[in-house]
C-alpha cells in the first residue's frame, strides 16, 4: 500500500476529530474516567489491530491514552493507518473515550 501524500491525510484528518498529522504518523489522545477503562481500551484496540494485522504503538497514563498509527515498513502514513484510525474511535467510544 502507498505511503499517502499530506494533503490527502489532512483531508482525511478534517473528518476525524482529535487526530493529527505529527512526524510521519497520525496521533490521538483519549480521556478516560479511570486508569482500568483505558486499559479496556488498550485491550480491545489490541484485538482489532491484530485482526487488521497493523498495530498502533500506544502509551498510557492513567485514564490517558496516545494512540499513534503509521505504516513502518513504508515510513509514513498508508490507507491502513485511517482504517485502523477510525476503528480505534469507535472502540474507544465504547469505552468512554473523549
Given at each position: 500500500?502507498?505511503?499517502?501524500?499530506?494533503?490527502a491525510i489532512r483531508e482525511a484528518l478534517s473528518a476525524m476529530?482529535?487526530?493529527?498529522?505529527?512526524?510521519?504518523a497520525l496521533k490521538r489522545?483519549?480521556?478516560?474516567?479511570?486508569?482500568?477503562?483505558?486499559i479496556q481500551?488498550?485491550?480491545?484496540?489490541a484485538?482489532?489491530?491484530?485482526a487488521q494485522?497493523?498495530?498502533p504503538d500506544l502509551l498510557v497514563r492513567y485514564g490517558d491514552v496516545t494512540a499513534?498509527?503509521?505504516t513502518h515498513s513504508h515510513g509514513g502514513v498508508t490507507g491502513k493507518d485511517l482504517h485502523l484510525a477510525r476503528a480505534l474511535d469507535r472502540i474507544a467510544a465504547q469505552y468512554g473515550g473523549r
Open positions: 500500500m502507498p505511503l499517502l501524500p499530506e494533503t476529530p482529535g487526530w493529527i498529522l505529527e512526524n510521519g489522545r483519549y480521556l478516560f474516567e479511570s486508569y482500568m477503562r483505558g481500551f488498550v485491550e480491545a484496540a484485538v482489532e489491530a491484530e494485522d497493523h498495530h499513534s498509527c503509521s
